[in-house]
């Protein structure tokens, strides 16, 4: 249908849940997510491929009557808050998944010494890379060779900090450079789509390594590498990259080694998800992680994530 005959989807306050509503709602779709067994069923015992796939088709479908209804669908599951998106009338739910802010919605520390947050998030498992080893959730750690892929490429990292950023389904879903730098360097692994909410990181041993992810490597200004690992999930297997003008998914051809030398500024857009996913943030040794980041902290894109060494924080 053309544009003329049937508007885009928008978010209208006339549709808007009042309190009774939401107040009915909410012990039902509380009720589903936290039943820790459900939870995990429905959302990983399924054909993660094939539904995976069928979402990418079916998000992609330009109707406003789709869009409508997969929007209030959408919200019987999660708190969508599109008050600080760039516009508010959608022509499908991909439209919607990968929307941008509104100027100045979001404010990126430009202080040299801080390395910003890339995206917006809950941070998950944190802390220091210890003999080659992290965490995704206590008691389920991992190699960081089997999340990059290869020793020498987690190697520089070794005695350094990272940090897991988690996005849900409902949060802002582009990701942008925490630094100013350049990129190096990309890496695609092919993988699963489990789910990576807090449930599946407490079942699945080595969750981040089997999943669908990219690896994107960088400099910093001061000379400092930093990794970005951005993790696939059901229903979100494809990454898009500006600097690569690629769109990496489970069908991807190849190739999956990518160098570039790609310049970028702190705060500069990357790429994005396409429903939601996490973002494993990589520093070597001598960097610190900034006040406040604990699990289960929440996190916008631009404020402090770590802090540089002291010697190499340049204004």
């Known amino acids: ?12 306050r006339a549709v808007e849940p009042g309190p009774a509503e939401t107040m009915k709602r909410t012990p039902l779709r509380n009720r589903l997510l936290l039943q820790e067994d459900l939870n995990f069923l429905l959302t990983n015992r399924v054909p993660r491929h094939a539904l995976t796939r069928f979402m990418g088709w079916f998000s992609k479908i330009r109707n406003p009557w789709v869009c409508r209804a ?3 669908v959408w919200r019987l599951f999660t708190e969508l808050d599109l ?16 929307r941008e802010l509104k100027p100045g919605a979001r404010s990126v520390d430009r202080h040299a010494q801080v390395l ?18 992290v965490v995704q959730a206590k008691g389920f750690p991992y190699r960081t060779q089997d999340l990059f892929g290869r020793a020498d490429r987690a190697a ?25 730098g350049r990129v190096e360097h990309v890496s695609y692994l092919s993988g699963d789509t489990w789910n990576v909410n807090p449930i599946a990181l407490k079942r699945i041993e080595r969750l981040f390594c089997r999943n669908e992810r990219a690896v994107i490597r960088m400099r910093l200004a001061t000379g400092q590498p930093l990794a970005l690992v951005a993790v696939a999930a059901i229903l979100v297997a494809s990454i898009r990259l500006h600097f690569l003008d690629v769109l990496l998914h489970l069908r991807w051809p190849g190739p999956d080694e990518m160098p570039c030398d790609q310049a970028v500024h702190k705060g500069q857009e990357l790429g994005w998800f396409e429903h939601g996913s996490t973002i494993i943030v990589f520093a070597p040794p001598g960097f610190t992680l900034a006040p406040g980041i604990a699990g289960g902290q929440p996190i916008r894109m631009g404020q402090p994530l770590m802090h540089l060494p002291a010697q190499d924080a340049r204004a």
């Open 1 to 12: 249908m053309h544009g003329a005959e049937h508007p885009p989807c928008g978010i209208r």
């Open 156 to 180: 520089p990292f070794e005695g350094g900090s990272y940090v897991t950023l988690r996005l849900t389904s409902s949060m802002y879903h582009r990701f942008h450079a925490p630094h100013d």
């Open 70 to 72: 997969s929007l209030a």
């Open 116 to 133: 910003a947050s890339p995206c917006d998030a809950i941070v998950g498992a944190c802390g220091p890379v210890v003999a080659g080893g």
């Open 83 to 98: 008050s600080d998106a760039k516009k508010q009338r959608f022509e499908s739910l991909h439209d919607c998944f990968t």
